[in-house]
Nanobody, 116 residues
Framework: HVQLVESGGGLVQAGGSLRLSCAAS????????MGWYRQAPGKQRELVAF???????NYADSVKGRFTISRDNVKNTVYLQMNSLKPEDTAVYYC??????????WGQGTQVTVSS
């Protein structure tokens, strides 16, 4: 089977930066789109950004110009560079990958907390 492991979350002051990583492992043949979602307390999970296997990207309006998603297809890893962080970015961030063989899978989540 397959597994997604996230890292890079933490506590940062407003205006600071963090970089999240999500590495896929297991019986990987091919990965279609990879993305990042987030869920704040009391709110629904929302899409932050995704990137296709060809490198096309899409961002939520709330993070455009501040966040950058990228991927390394050799390492089967997706990254989220988060700059100019705001308190409203505080959430648990989840990685998602659409595996050609196994379908969509989720990571366990990593907490990002932005203090004002």
């Amino acid at each position: 089977h397959v597994q997604l492991v996230e890292s890079g979350g933490g506590l940062v002051q407003a205006g600071g930066s963090l970089r999240l990583s999500c590495a896929a492992s297991g019986s990987i043949f091919s990965i279609n789109a990879m993305g990042w979602y987030r869920q704040a307390p009391g709110k629904q999970r929302e899409l932050v950004a995704f990137i296709t296997s060809g490198g096309s990207t899409n961002y939520a309006d709330s993070v455009k110009g501040r966040f950058t998603i990228s991927r390394d297809n050799v390492k089967n890893t997706v990254y989220l560079q988060m700059n100019s962080l705001k308190p409203e970015d505080t959430a648990v961030y989840y990685c998602n990958a659409d595996f050609l063989t196994w379908g969509p899978h989720w990571g366990q989540g990593t907490q990002v907390t932005v203090s004002s």
